[in-house]
């Protein structure tokens, strides 16, 4: 148990580091991969709703502190985003790879409809800004995102599946 919380803590922590170093260096047209919410869907889906919830609160709340957003506006997006993710918990019910990308995907954009959604009632912009915004932003956030979540969502099942035969 220690562990893995500490396994957790720690890759919560580089996540923390390269969104705020490697993910501006990295960006193609000021799109980002949002590595924060890659690892806390991965906890998600480990652990389930509780831890999930919990940890998408404090880990907003550190992001909300470390920018110059609203304060609590990404402590509710990823909370909400680790809640969403945590319903597929791996106890539950086992997900194949391809339906986890999805869900990525998803949970990402889910995250940023949150953000944006806060964002537009604090500064009384229409809701035509989050159209445009989910297809500008967010969608191309999420498959950025999913480029780099395919690398532990397969490896994590076949290295499964290898040690299960």
Not at 74 to 92: C, P, Q, S, V, W
């Amino acid at each position: 148990m220690v562990k893995a919380t500490f396994k957790w803590i720690v890759l919560f922590f580089i996540a923390f580091v390269l969104q705020s170093t490697l993910a501006p260096i990295i960006s193609i047209y000021n799109v980002k991969p949002d590595l924060l919410t890659l690892v806390l869907f991965l906890l998600a889906i480990k652990a389930g709703i509780i831890p999930a919830v919990y940890v998408g609160f404090f880990l907003g709340l550190a992001q909300d502190v470390y920018s110059p957003a609203i304060l609590g506006q990404n402590a509710l997006a990823k909370t909400i985003a680790g809640f969403f993710a945590g319903l597929f918990n791996e106890k539950i019910m086992r997900l194949d790879p391809i339906i986890q990308t999805v869900l990525l995907v998803i949970t990402v954009i889910l995250c940023d409809l949150i953000f944006l959604t806060v964002q537009v009632v604090k500064s009384g912009s229409t809701l035509q800004f989050i159209g445009t915004q989910i297809f500008t932003t967010a969608l191309p956030q999420a498959l950025y995102t999913l480029f780099f979540g395919i690398i532990p969502i397969f490896w994590e099942h076949f290295f499964q599946s290898a040690t299960k035969r």
